[in-house]
C-alpha cells in the first residue's frame, strides 16, 4: 500500500467513525472541523464520498442527544453540502433531507442555533429547483435569511447568504452591499478554514455583483 493509499484510508476511517470519547460539544466542534475540510479543502471529485460518510457521523450524534438543536442544525448543513456535491436525482432527495433537519432545529430553538439553521433552511429554498421537484419559494428564503441577519447583522454567514440571494434575484447593487459586510466580518473563534473559504466564495460573487450593477 502507499503512503497516499494509506492517508486516504485514515482520513475516511476518521470521517466515519464515530468519537467515542469526549463530551458532546467536543464531537460537535471535530465534526465542524471536518466539514470545514471536505468542504473546503477536499477534491471535487471525492467531496460526496466523504459528506456521506460524515452524514452518517452527524445522524449518529444527534441519535445519541436527542432535543439537541444544534446537533440537528449542524446535520442538515452535511447533508446539504452532500446534496451539493452528489448533484442529480438523489441530490433532491438529500435537499429535503436537508430541510427536514433544519425545520426541526428551529422547532427546537426559536433562535435557530443563532440563526445558522435559518441561514441553512434559507438557502435551501432560493437554490434547489420549483415544484414538483423542489419547493423553491423565494419569499420564504427572504424571511428565513433576514431572520439570521436579524440575530447576527455584521456576520459572515448572514451576510454572504442574504448577498447571494439579492444577486441570484438579480439585484445586483443592493447584493454589493451585504457581499462586502460578508468581507469586512470579524473572524469566528475556531473555524479558521471556513472564514477563508467563505471569504473567498464572497469576494467571487462581490466581484460578479460589482460588474452586473
Same mark, same amino acid.
Given at each position: 500500500m502507499t503512503k497516499f493509499s494509506l492517508a486516504l484510508l485514515l482520513a475516511t476511517f476518521a470521517l466515519v467513525a464515530p468519537a467515542r470519547a469526549g463530551s458532546v460539544e467536543d464531537e460537535l466542534v471535530q465534526l465542524q472541523r471536518d466539514w470545514e475540510v471536505v468542504r473546503y479543502q477536499t477534491p471535487a471529485a471525492g467531496r460526496a464520498r466523504r459528506f456521506e460518510l460524515l452524514a452518517e457521523r452527524a445522524r449518529q450524534l444527534a441519535e445519541a442527544h436527542p432535543g439537541r438543536a444544534e446537533l440537528l442544525s449542524w446535520e442538515g448543513r452535511v447533508v446539504s453540502s452532500w446534496a451539493d456535491a452528489q448533484g442529480g436525482l438523489r441530490a433532491l432527495l438529500l435537499v429535503r433531507r436537508a430541510k427536514a433537519l433544519y425545520e426541526d432545529a428551529l422547532r427546537l430553538d426559536a433562535r435557530g442555533v $443563532?440563526? #445558522? #439553521? /435559518? $441561514?441553512g433552511l434559507g438557502a435551501l429554498y432560493y437554490?434547489?429547483?420549483p415544484w414538483p421537484l423542489g419547493f423553491a419559494d423565494r419569499e420564504r428564503a427572504r424571511e428565513l435569511l433576514e431572520k439570521a441577519l436579524a440575530l447576527d447583522p455584521a456576520g459572515l454567514e448572514?451576510? /454572504?447568504f442574504y448577498g447571494e440571494f439579492l444577486l441570484d434575484s438579480g439585484r445586483a447593487a443592493q447584493a454589493v452591499d451585504y457581499l462586502e459586510r460578508a468581507m469586512a466580518a470579524a473572524p469566528r473563534h475556531g473555524h479558521y478554514v471556513a472564514d477563508i473559504g467563505r471569504r473567498e466564495e464572497a469576494r467571487t460573487l462581490l466581484e460578479k455583483a460589482r460588474a452586473a450593477r
Open positions: $443563532d440563526g #445558522a #439553521a /435559518y $441561514d437554490r434547489t429547483l448572514p451576510n /454572504y
